[in-house]
């Protein structure tokens, strides 16, 4: 098992920014890749970026590419999701999951979180 926590959830204006971050009880996560997934009210869960073990792959959904950096600090068994320049589109739950590939298909992670919840909006 390797319980995960996401934070940084909240409200943020349109062109405002939000830093959600994901960290993971004991010291598992550097084994793991890691994806951050979002699922907006009535859609389908969707990828919005991942990271590999070690962080030499990085891949971003063409939606929040040039406005989301992901990165990993796995001294400190987490990992980060900088959003700047949030759109209304951004607003979902966002989940992090944790397996052993990077990749945006939700089917091939083991371990998510519970969410957090990201609002844009004026």
């Known amino acids: 098992q390797l319980p995960l926590v996401e934070s940084g959830g909240g409200w943020a204006r349109p062109e405002g920014s939000l830093r959600l971050s994901c960290a993971a009880s004991g010291s598992g996560l550097p084994y793991y890749a890691i994806g951050w997934f979002r699922q907006a009210p009535g859609k389908e869960r969707e990828g919005v970026a991942c990271?590999?073990?070690?962080?030499?792959?990085?891949e971003y959904a063409d939606s929040v590419k040039g406005r989301f950096t992901l990165s990993r600090d796995d001294t400190k068994n987490t990992v980060s999701l900088q959003m700047n320049s949030l759109k209304p589109e951004d607003t979902a739950v966002y989940y992090c999951a944790a397996g052993s590939k990077a990749t945006l298909a939700d089917v091939e992670y083991d371990y998510w979180g519970q969410g957090t919840q990201v609002t844009v909006s004026s």
């Open positions: 990271i590999s073990r070690g962080g030499g792959y990085i």
